[in-house]
């Protein structure tokens, strides 16, 4: 049995305003041509299906087209979860018909104990949760409410959920789980990956790689790139685009998709590449070498996008010239534009022109920072976080 | 052939802010207690399925389990459309797999075509359009660029989809069409009926039912009252729950469904009313009467939703009442809350508290009565509903 893993398609999701959606046109192609090469009996999809909870009319219109394409026009069941940025309750419309045909998308926490089975694997597909869904769904299944009170993170609430997975293991099967959520190798690191949502992995939220060891595999999202997974069977495939410009300067960041076979022999995976239509390149220059045209041209100015530092920017020097205009002549499309300012104490300051790509926690963090010259304590960290949490939770 | 004809369900509308989901989960109830009473062979849903482009995601959940209790648990096929109120994108996700099981939902011109085949009857879905709709339409499908600018009516775009229809016509069959539109009964007549929007039938987003007279029944949704159906086999189902005031104050009010047979007879058609749980009432009289206990102890005060409209009110006698809070006391859920004040001139004034139940078309008809004194012309009308169908447009 081989099954495709990929996960964080985020459809509809825009850099700096920039629309990724003939992005992600492109990579879904390239996905759907691996599945039908290599044959695989299935393909996994592990959470942030949408971007957010509203997706705009041509990402639903994508989406279902996608999704089309696998599971009606090329007959591949699909397995697939919501994640964080999904919204449980729309995202679960419809799955009821998508089932008749081998289309499994689970949304809610009670969807996740009853497996698909096929002839060699149990497959449990668990969507991303938080520790309050836990608390009204054991509240609702016959646990006393002191006990419901006591889940308060999410690995008591994963404990709870794995221990009733178990009770429908089929011992003459292998288990694999399907989920959305940051995990790290084991309970005493704290990793510092960055996440989509580019809060720091570690704390509250976090799970470690022991409380999913009663499953052979584990095809996870949330983390956008697979080499934050924390063992080798507990893996991230990571997004299939790239999603911002910290992401591009990770250096060996090439994106793909896993192919996970499962047989007599165990459980293997191979790494399958995707090539972007568009790459996402970092220049950080100064002023002179990038307007320099022996700089420039060499440069893949017609299939890339741009994210330029200017160093050593001295604001007096340019007080007449539209910065961004004068580049943009030369490079076509900047997705992002930063200014390393000399500051008058010598110290090197980094402005950050987009707030837009800021997450809410790293803007209250910045503005903290800003103002008081500390950084926020771990604790108000995690209650930023819960806050925001509560806000997005309205939302769905 | 028995079909069940209901129309503009609006799921997740509300009355001056109260929810109506109940109402409708009730009246739901008994449209498929009908359904399965009168063993009918489908149910016709046709068109405003939601009230909005963007539902709220109870809504969304709603109408989910609406959908699984006729098409997966009941087996009946659904025929349903969008309306106007529904994005035509994002009702059309997940419409592939739907149809596997007889659950047929039309959203875009181009899907109206081919009609659903049983054996006595050729079914037509026909969402709901409007001319720019038709010209992307048949711009995409080898009209003369020309040709394509001189669809500027709803009529001349519904000649050339009805034209497109008749192709497809099978002579041994009866031919049924699902549509959602104002349709009066022929060209000479105006008529004055009211859509949900409270805009006027007639003029240009008007047809008439000589422009469906190539089909033998016409089940039709957009006019929440059957009254309004302009001939005997055109019909207008009505919604199943009243959404406003102004529809409570109609007599001869009550709300249903119809099922139509189809046999070697003919057509016929038998309505079937449905119960609200709850009743909207309208009262118009004098405060002394409203407070009297003899007058509200007879109202069914917690059976029904009151609209009150206090007549002859003066308002220095009330400087120090909270006229809405005494009359709750009383009423209980109190939906709108009118004054019909004596005033200066000795001229009536109703003032309409609610401007939520106003329409945006409305809305700014009443303003600009207030600044100038006039109505606006039928040119200005016909402009500020162009304006505000382009918002909503934009959004779907």
Chains 1, 2 share one sequence.
């Not at 996960?7 to 850099?15: K, M, Y």
């Not at 759907?32 to 044959?39: M, T």
């Not at 009204?136 to 006591?150: A, K, L, R, S």
């Not at 704390?203 to 063992?231: C, K, N, Q």
Request: proline share 5%; charged share 25%.
């Amino acid at each position: 049995m081989k099954l495709l893993h990929t996960a964080d398609w985020h459809i509809g999701r825009t850099l700096n305003g920039y629309p990724l959606l003939d992005e992600q046109r492109e990579t879904f192609k390239q996905i759907l041509d691996i599945a039908k090469q290599e044959q695989v009996d299935g393909i996994v999809i592990a959470g942030d299906i949408y971007d957010r909870a509203i997706p705009n009319p041509e990402a639903v219109t994508t989406l279902d087209e996608m999704f089309r394409k696998i599971n009606l026009e090329n007959h591949l069941p699909i397995y697939a979860i919501s994640g964080n940025h999904d919204s449980a309750k729309r995202l679960n419309y419809g799955r009821a018909w998508m089932k008749q045909s081998d289309f499994y998308l689970n949304t809610f926490i009670e969807e996740a104990f009853t497996p698909i089975e096929t002839p060699q694997a149990q497959i449990f597909l668990l969507p991303f949760f938080d520790p309050m869904d836990a608390r009204t769904y054991y509240g609702h299944h016959d646990m006393p409410n002191e006990q419901v009170q006591e889940i308060k993170t999410i690995s008591q609430a994963m404990n709870l959920v794995v221990a009733d997975m178990k009770k429908n293991f089929d011992p003459n099967k292998k288990h694999l789980l399907v989920t959305h959520f940051a995990v790290t190798p084991n309970q005493d690191t704290e990793l510092e990956l960055t996440s989509e949502t580019n809060s720091k992995v570690g704390g509250l939220a976090t799970l470690t790689s022991d409380e999913f060891s009663d499953f052979d595999y584990v095809m996870l999202g949330h983390i956008h790139t697979r080499f934050a997974s924390p063992t080798d069977n507990i893996r991230y495939s990571g997004s299939p685009v790239k999603f911002n410009v910290k992401e591009a300067r990770i250096k060996n960041k090439g994106k793909g998709v896993d192919i996970v076979t499962i047989d007599d022999n165990g459980i293997n995976r191979e790494f399958k590449p995707l090539t972007p239509k568009t790459d996402l390149i970092v220049l950080e220059e100064d002023w002179d070498t990038l307007c320099d045209e022996k700089f420039y041209s060499q440069q893949p100015l017609d299939s890339a996008w741009f994210a330029i530092t200017i160093k050593n920017f001295d604001p007096s020097e340019h007080v007449h010239t539209n910065i961004r205009a004068k580049l943009q002549k030369h490079y076509k499309t900047i997705v992002e534009l930063d200014y390393q300012v000399k500051a008058s104490d010598n110290q090197i300051q980094t402005i950050n022109t987009n707030i837009n790509d800021l997450s809410p926690e790293e803007t209250v963090d910045q503005f903290f920072k800003t103002i008081t010259g500390k950084d926020l304590s771990n604790q108000q960290k995690t209650l930023v976080e819960n806050i925001f949490n509560e806000v997005e939770r309205a939302r769905k």
